[in-house]
């Protein structure tokens, strides 16, 4: 008599001879693989079996065991996919090499502690049946996204599911239904569907292998074909985007505009530079850059003046924003200045006419994420904690009518926060960013590629300004314009153009995220339901331990 076969065993848990070390390797290994998509010289298609090997790796174990599978993928995705975060902290915000690599490890702490309980979850379901935990999977993988993004003080919402399969052209229109999660559900959803053939009773088998070659025929189908089909918007506008590429770990030391006297004499003839093109720039854009631009400084407060005026059309720029605060130090009442990292639009005849503060800073390189360890973050670096969060995602208007909003670096990964610009009335969104303390890493394109989703969501032309790259223009249906040369001192006048129009995201937020998140609820809730005992004509299952 024929044995069945080995994926047969699935139905209930994998074979008892299957060690724990086994499942740790795999859910290590899937967590190192995935990784990979987030790096432009590897294939993105890792992202759509590697859940697979990590539900592999812990069906049928322990619970505890099940835990641990989902911790080590998650640990290891993220030292692997953005190890980036120790050198930026030691770089950008003062702290030294140790204390960098010990927050990158609380990051993959808590990021390897939310895919662990999504492996605790779906262990739990396959107790009730192992169709139950594979539809319920990508619901609860989702919910690991959101906990993620919203998260209060540590979030960090780098690196979803969904990111490497919305490079695809034609994938990522799905965004403007459902935001970046409705794509990571789509992977996360095969994924599932993988290991639902290997779960499939022998008489099954084939009949499911067909279903989920049909479905694989129609993703490669859309992913190959479908780009065709997206359309290229036309610009009437253009700006003139500068990269003044300023090295990041330099002191401010002496007089800064003394010793960069020469420097600001370059960027003033980018700004000004005569373009063969036609139409003329119509708008200037200077991004966050590692210097001591502000206002209130005596030097580029008249510079920046004389900049707008000898343009004659509106100047985006990068500032730090000083603002008075009244504070009570020992209960006596006292004024100082505080800063805020800050974008400022000034007119053609040197008003500055709008002002945004960045809402949402960076942990430990701006701000201090718990005051309750004061003492050991400035015990590490006197720069954390500098900065005040803004309050209002301002919207602004041009002198033609048209309406604009600014956000600034980070905040281009948090995609619930970005659509409020354009719900507001935003028509065109402008991110500037100082991705140069990423350094070599992969990190500049990795920010890329997310801020491009942004524009898809919204349907809106976006302007990304770098200090040092990657500088471009995408437009809303996530078509990268242009890109100029990352590590150069340049300016370059990039297509841009107003959308007025709203998606069912940019109307609804993160509507399909939620409505994971309360699946998931109910799944956890089935969690707690004692599984059915099997019937008379079935001979008991033994548990299988790990």
């Known amino acids: 008599m024929a044995s069945p076969p080995w994926y047969s065993c699935l139905g209930s848990s994998l074979p008892p001879e299957f060690p724990a070390i086994a499942r740790l390797f795999l859910a290590a290994l899937s967590g190192a693989i995935l990784s990979l998509s987030f790096y432009a010289e590897h294939p993105s298609f890792y992202s759509w079996f590697c859940v697979a090997i990590l539900l592999f790796s812990f069906l049928g174990a322990r619970a505890r065991v099940a835990f641990f599978c989902g911790f080590l993928h998650g640990l290891i995705f993220v030292l692997t996919c953005v190890s980036w975060v120790a050198e930026v902290l030691s770089v950008h915000g003062g702290m030294s090499a140790a204390a960098g690599w010990a927050v990158l490890l609380l990051i993959a702490t808590v990021w390897g502690s939310s895919i662990g309980l999504f492996a605790w979850v779906v262990q739990r379901l396959s107790q009730q049946g192992i169709g139950l935990a594979l539809f319920g999977a990508p619901f609860l993988w989702i919910s690991t996204e959101v906990l993620r993004a919203y998260l209060p003080e540590i979030s960090f919402p780098w690196g979803l599911l969904g990111y490497p399969a919305a490079g695809n052209p034609a994938l990522v229109q799905l965004t403007t239904m459902t935001g970046i999660y409705g794509v990571s559900f789509l992977v996360a959803a095969f994924n599932s569907l993988l290991l639902w053939i290997l779960a499939s009773p022998s ?291 990039l297509p841009y153009d107003f959308r007025t129009d709203k998606t069912i995201y940019t109307r609804f937020g993160d509507w399909f995220a939620w409505m994971c998140v309360g699946v998931s609820a109910i799944l956890v809730l089935l969690t707690f339901r004692k599984a059915k005992s099997p019937g008379p004509a079935q001979a008991p299952q033994t548990p299988h331990d790990s």
């Not at 991004?287 to 005596?298: C, G, R, Y």
């Not at 500098?386 to 600014?406: A, C, D, H, W, Y």
């Not at 500088?471 to 990268?480: L, Q, R």
């Open 203 to 493: 008489k099954k088998g084939p009949r499911r292998l067909a279903v989920v070659a049909s479905l694989f025929a129609l993703l490669l189908a859309v992913q190959t074909f479908g780009p065709r089909f997206v359309p290229t918007a036309e610009s009437s506008h253009v700006a003139r985007v500068v990269q003044p590429n300023f090295p990041e770990n330099e002191q401010y030391v002496g007089d800064w505009y003394a010793d960069h006297k020469a420097d600001m004499a370059e960027l003033e003839h980018l700004s000004l530079r005569r373009s063969p093109r036609v139409p003329q720039p119509d708008l200037l854009v200077w991004p966050e850059a590692p210097a001591p631009f502000s206002f209130q400084d005596p030097h580029f407060g008249p510079y920046i003046y004389r900049l707008a005026t000898e343009f004659q059309r509106p100047v985006v720029v990068g500032i730090i924003d000083w603002k008075p605060i009244l504070e009570s130090g020992k209960g006596i009442p006292r004024t100082g200045l505080v800063p805020y990292n800050s974008a400022a639009v000034l007119n053609s005849i040197g008003q500055r006419t709008f002002l945004y503060d960045k809402i949402h800073l960076v942990p430990f390189g701006e701000y201090e994420p718990f005051p309750l360890i004061h003492q050991v973050v400035t015990s590490v670096s006197e720069e954390v904690g500098g900065f005040r969060k803004g309050k209002e995602r301002n919207v602004g208007r041009l002198p033609n009518g048209n309406t604009f909003s600014i956000f600034i670096c980070y905040e281009a990964i948090y995609a619930g926060e970005i659509r409020q610009f354009a719900n507001n009335g935003a028509q065109l969104l402008i991110n500037i960013s100082n991705d140069g303390w990423f350094g070599k890493s992969e990190a500049a394109e990795q920010h890329l590629r997310m801020a491009r989703v942004r524009a898809v969501e919204n349907r809106r032309w976006l302007i990304r300004d770098t200090n040092s790259g990657i500088t471009a223009t995408i437009d809303p249906y996530g078509n990268v314009q242009r890109m100029m040369q990352r590590d150069t001192r340049d300016a370059a006048d």
